[in-house]
């Protein structure tokens, strides 16, 4: 399972641990991710996403699951949340018709 946030495409950063005597060995900085199952209201069903703490505040704050990937770039998603948008926007186009 790769290190991949499914919403912001955040992942493995690289750099060095530094001892007091300044030597430094790489390390790698990996984001925390978490399985958390979210809710969309337009398709009334839940996803189980593997996110990022920083995409799940950033959730919250932009109003749920929907309104997130409505602003979201495609270029940032994961090919299972790329689907589960343009599902979301094809039931909205649907309801206002």
Do not use: Y
Request: net charge positive; with cysteine.
């Amino acid at each position: 399972m790769s290190r991949v946030c499914e919403l912001t495409g955040k992942g493995p950063m690289t750099g060095n641990n530094v001892s007091h005597a300044k030597n430094r060995t790489k390390r790698r900085f990996l984001p925390n991710l978490n399985d958390v199952t979210l809710q969309s209201e337009v398709l009334g069903r839940s996803f189980r996403l593997r996110i990022s703490a920083a995409a799940l505040r950033t959730v919250d704050h932009r109003g749920g699951l929907d309104a997130f990937l409505a602003k979201a770039r495609d270029s940032e998603l994961s090919p299972r949340a790329l689907k589960i948008k343009k599902d979301i926007a094809r039931a909205q186009a649907e309801a206002s018709a």
